[in-house]
């Protein structure tokens, strides 16, 4: 099991800061693991749990140890003429997981293609696009819980998951390790596209099937989101604020062709980036961070030289614009450490 001391962290970051972490380890299964978590040299200091870094926001090094599970194992575990059970190491890509379903004409994930990411974080913030949550698929997920190495697998519903949220954020948030997931996928499915645009991009691409769907979502994402290698970037930098119906009906009679989605009578989603571009702030820059010109809901390293405070600062103006413009408080949706 190997142990880095001074690991650099730019290439673990999909922001690029160019940070570092006292000590890194990528351990490759469930032994290695426990192997690292049970090491006494560490006991005593903090402990990161990374996936791609794509969804972490590190404010300066990391004075402890990171541990970034490298499991890399796809099993089918169980299947019938129309279903298929998969499990999915955490250390798989995402989207080479969605690439791989896709190609075996397994139904579920298509809409989620292009996520940036891998398989164990997807559970933690319920990875969703398109009209798909990955609650919608995930029958279990599996980890060690870091203070006693003892193992979990905690059905669907006990990941307690909703909107960009799970147990994993709250109660147990740097309690455990997730080792696998596990997925119920299906062999024919009916296709989900319905979210604004898929339908749109799909007549493009002719066929309404499996792969096209997939296609078209990586079309709507490639021309929307900026490619992290480009301008480093974390994907949406804040959650769709989920509000009261009156106060989105005051928001809507203001401002008639706002975007909107219904989640049940009482409440309402308003896209956080249509009010940060409402706000003036799509495109803008202060120092080396930005708003990203086709997506304000992104903020970005536009320089490649931005630290986590600088990507901190913009953020907080944003906040505080959306708030005096429209009254609503948006929150963060990156993990900052
Ligand atoms: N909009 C604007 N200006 C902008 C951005 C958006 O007016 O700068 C408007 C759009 O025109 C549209 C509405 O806001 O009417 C929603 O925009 P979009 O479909 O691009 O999606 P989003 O709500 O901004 C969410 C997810 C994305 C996911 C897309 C597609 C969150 C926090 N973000 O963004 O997820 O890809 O829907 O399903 O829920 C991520 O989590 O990192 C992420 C990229």
């Given at each position: 099991?190997?142990?880095?001391?001074?690991?650099?962290?730019?290439?673990?970051?999909?922001?690029?800061f160019d940070i570092y972490a006292d000590y890194f380890s990528a351990p490759q299964n469930e032994e290695e693991i426990i192997e690292v978590l049970s090491n006494v040299r560490f006991k005593a200091l903090p402990l990161f749990v990374l996936g791609a870094g794509s969804n972490v926001l590190f404010k300066s090094d990391f004075k402890g140890l990171v541990?970034?599970?490298n499991i890399q194992v796809i099993n089918i575990i169980d299947e019938n003429t129309h279903s298929i059970w998969v499990e999915?190491?955490?250390?798989?890509?995402?989207?080479?997981?969605?690439?791989?379903?896709?190609?075996?004409?397994?139904f579920g994930i298509e809409n989620l293609s292009l996520i940036p990411g891998n398989v164990g974080a997807s559970p933690v913030q319920n990875i969703g696009a398109y009209g798909v949550e990955i609650m919608d698929v995930i029958t279990?997920?599996?980890?060690?819980?870091?203070?006693?190495?003892?193992?979990?697998?905690?059905?669907?519903?006990?990941?307690?998951f909703s909107y960009r949220n799970s147990i994993f954020k709250n109660t147990l948030k740097g309690k455990t390790i997730i080792t696998s997931v596990q997925f119920l996928l299906h062999k024919q499915g009916e296709l989900k596209t319905d979210y604004r645009g898929v339908k749109e991009e799909l007549e493009k691409l002719g066929e309404v099937n499996l792969s096209n769907v997939r296609k078209a979502v990586i079309n709507i994402?490639?021309?929307?989101?900026?490619d992290p290698e480009a301008a480093g970037n974390a994907g949406s930098f804040f959650k769709n604020p989920v509000v009261e119906k009156q106060i989105a009906d005051k928001l809507l009679s203001a401002y008639p062709n706002a975007p909107y989605y219904k989640v049940d009578d009482q409440y309402t989603k308003i896209p956080a980036g249509w009010m940060i571009e409402q706000s003036g702030w799509k495109g803008k820059a202060m120092g080396?961070?930005?708003v990203h010109d086709k997506q304000a809901l992104v903020l970005i390293n536009k320089t490649g030289?931005?630290?986590?405070?600088?990507?901190?600062?913009l953020a907080a103006e944003i906040q505080k614009s959306v708030k005096d413009k429209f009254g609503i408080d948006i929150e963060k949706e990156v993990n900052v450490v």
């Amino acid at each position: 099991m190997i142990i880095q001391e001074h690991f650099p962290l730019k290439k673990h970051n999909t922001f690029h800061f160019d940070i570092y972490a006292d000590y890194f380890s990528a351990p490759q299964n469930e032994e290695e693991i426990i192997e690292v978590l049970s090491n006494v040299r560490f006991k005593a200091l903090p402990l990161f749990v990374l996936g791609a870094g794509s969804n972490v926001l590190f404010k300066s090094d990391f004075k402890g140890l990171v541990v970034k599970p490298n499991i890399q194992v796809i099993n089918i575990i169980d299947e019938n003429t129309h279903s298929i059970w998969v499990e999915a190491g955490a250390g798989v890509d995402w989207d080479s997981f969605v690439a791989w379903s896709v190609e075996k004409g397994y139904f579920g994930i298509e809409n989620l293609s292009l996520i940036p990411g891998n398989v164990g974080a997807s559970p933690v913030q319920n990875i969703g696009a398109y009209g798909v949550e990955i609650m919608d698929v995930i029958t279990q997920v599996n980890g060690i819980y870091l203070d006693t190495l003892e193992p979990f697998s905690f059905k669907n519903r006990e990941c307690k998951f909703s909107y960009r949220n799970s147990i994993f954020k709250n109660t147990l948030k740097g309690k455990t390790i997730i080792t696998s997931v596990q997925f119920l996928l299906h062999k024919q499915g009916e296709l989900k596209t319905d979210y604004r645009g898929v339908k749109e991009e799909l007549e493009k691409l002719g066929e309404v099937n499996l792969s096209n769907v997939r296609k078209a979502v990586i079309n709507i994402r490639e021309s929307k989101l900026p490619d992290p290698e480009a301008a480093g970037n974390a994907g949406s930098f804040f959650k769709n604020p989920v509000v009261e119906k009156q106060i989105a009906d005051k928001l809507l009679s203001a401002y008639p062709n706002a975007p909107y989605y219904k989640v049940d009578d009482q409440y309402t989603k308003i896209p956080a980036g249509w009010m940060i571009e409402q706000s003036g702030w799509k495109g803008k820059a202060m120092g080396n961070a930005a708003v990203h010109d086709k997506q304000a809901l992104v903020l970005i390293n536009k320089t490649g030289e931005a630290n986590g405070n600088e990507i901190l600062a913009l953020a907080a103006e944003i906040q505080k614009s959306v708030k005096d413009k429209f009254g609503i408080d948006i929150e963060k949706e990156v993990n900052v450490v």
